[in-house]
């Protein structure tokens, strides 16, 4: 699964969760497929934000995901006229505006500094 991300989810990820990117997204999807497992339905992507994918990404890269997640996902997507990767990043949005709103401290505050 390819996934672009733009700055503002990189940033997020970095500080919440550390450097490597790609893991950060692999657990914001496993958050969401755990969601959907429940039958809770998790945020739909926005519609008025059209094609979701930044124009100038801060990093793109391919995700191996299971089976089992990734047909989760593109039902989902499907369901919600999006791509994997639109829904990808949208998921990323929604983790960490959920950490946010627990009051989980970013590792940057914690002495973890997030990469320039």
């Known amino acids: 699964m390819r996934v672009s ?3 503002f989810a990189c940033t997020g990820i970095e500080a919440h969760l550390g450097e490597d990117i790609p893991a950060g997204v692999r657990t ?3 958050h969401y497929v755990r969601k959907l497992k429940a039958g809770r339905g998790p945020l739909a992507a926005p519609t008025f934000l059209g094609d979701l994918t930044p124009s100038e990404p801060q990093a793109t890269f391919d995700l191996a995901l299971d089976p089992e997640t990734e ?8 369901r919600q006229g999006t791509t994997r990767s639109q829904l990808a990043a949208h998921t990323v949005m929604v983790y960490l505006a959920e950490l946010d709103f627990l009051g989980v401290t ?9 990469r320039p």
């Open 106 to 114: 970013p590792r940057a505050e914690l002495g973890a500094a997030p």
């Open 5 to 7: 991300l733009g700055k």
């Open 28 to 30: 914001a999807l496993s």
């Open 71 to 78: 047909a989760m996902l593109d039902r989902e997507a499907e």
